[in-house]
């Protein structure tokens, strides 16, 4: 099954009136996506996986238009993390960066979801490719990820 498939599987048994959106335009980045879309960059939620110093994966999904403040997820997560490699975000979700969907991960890891995304009623994450798209609602992305809110970032 290839990402696409795995992600519409996943969201026909969790919430099946979300639907992926495919386009022919590269999506990989949030000013991509955002273009791609006719949207603001802040309305792409763009998920980011980190490992911490234990070596424990963590994703933080936020809008796609703040920096992520280290600090205030050291404070949330209670260690210091970074940014996990490509390798690393591929064998734990999965998905490729640039098309890493909030779920329907690889292995399960704690998501959190940061209080910028709720400047919108609706944001768009990326569905398992680099040209794919997911319009959710933070409720509906709070229930589908079992996401913890939070203010990580800038």
Known sequence: MNEIE????????????????????????????????????????????FKTKSE????????GDVKMDSKAIKETVGERVRMANPEEVYHVTGFSVGGVCPFALAHEVPIY??????????????AGTANTALPITFTELQAITAGRPCKVSL
């Not at 979801?113 to 990326?126: H, P």
Request: glycine share 4%; aromatic share 6%.
């Open 6 to 49: 795995r992600v519409r599987s996943y969201l026909q048994e969790k919430n099946p009136r979300l639907q992926i959106i495919e386009l022919d335009q590269n999506t990989s980045t949030a000013p991509l996506a955002a273009a791609a879309l006719g949207l603001e960059v802040g309305q792409i939620a763009k998920s980011i996986l």
């Open 56 to 63: 424990q994966y963590l994703m933080v999904v936020s809008a």
């Open 113 to 126: 979801l940061d209080e910028s995304l709720l400047r919108y009623d609706v944001v768009y994450a990326a």
